[in-house]
């Protein structure tokens, strides 16, 4: 069974198109979180859910908006994309408060605005 | 803000032979979590090891061993017997214990890792 999913696995869409991303964990786990992954490989946290409450909000446009039905899913919706937003963004989810706690990561959504 | 660097963007080793990966990190914190986790072309995230900052042994899995020097802000991993399936980007990861980096992974900028046969 996947720990963490996420669909679609690519997603190629126009400028200003909306788009949405979800993803699923079945670890019974109380955080997950959105990362962005550049051209150049670089990783850096978006967002951060723990029991469906925001907690981590980085400097991220407003055109994203993750939202958590529940614990075990968390979904990044992103309006009026723009070619800067190609990229891959990577669901994870930790245990706990995600405090020191090991990271498990989706595969990963590869995003291509043309 | 705590920062991680990875000095090495690419590194190359022999089948069977041991390499190692430098990390450096900055942080005024002393309750802290690191990382390593290894990202193959598949793309998919892979946590490979894993260090408490008040441990002072250092953590090893398998073929995967760390160095961390917690005064001189070090953490480094070494992969003995290296693998052909080895071959990946790794990226070194900190996460501190509280305060407003709550839960939040700060990566380097990964060291690209080729496994010569």
């Known amino acids: 069974d996947t720990a963490v999913s996420q669909t679609p696995k690519y997603l190629v869409t126009q400028m200003g198109n909306d788009k949405s991303i979800k993803c699923e964990q079945n670890?019974?786990?109380?955080?997950m979180y959105w990362y962005k992954q550049d051209s150049k490989k670089f990783l850096k946290i978006m967002f951060s859910?723990?029991?469906?409450?925001?907690?981590i909000n980085e400097t991220v446009p407003n055109r994203f908006s993750p939202k958590s039905p529940d614990k075990a899913h968390l979904n990044l919706h992103i309006n009026s994309l723009e070619l800067g937003d190609s990229a891959v963004y990577f669901c994870a989810s930790s245990q706990l408060n995600g405090v020191g706690e090991t990271q498990y990561f989706g595969p990963g959504t590869r995003l291509l605005v043309l | 803000a705590q920062t991680v660097t990875q000095s090495q963007p690419e590194m190359s080793v022999q089948e069977a032979e041991t390499v190692t990966l430098s990390c450096t990190y900055d942080t005024s914190e002393s309750d802290y979590y690191l990382f390593w986790y290894k990202q193959p072309p598949s793309r998919q995230m892979i946590l490979v090891i894993r260090q408490e900052a008040y441990k002072q042994q250092n953590a090893t899995e398998n073929r995967f061993s760390v160095n961390f020097q917690k005064a001189a802000k070090s953490f480094s991993l070494k992969i003995s017997d290296s693998q052909l399936g080895d071959a990946a980007m790794y990226f070194c990861a900190y996460v501190s214990a509280g305060g407003t980096s709550y839960g939040k992974l700060t990566f380097g900028q990964g060291t690209i890792l080729t496994v010569h046969p």
């Open positions: 670890l019974g786990h109380d955080t």
């Open positions: 859910y723990n029991n469906k409450e925001l907690i």
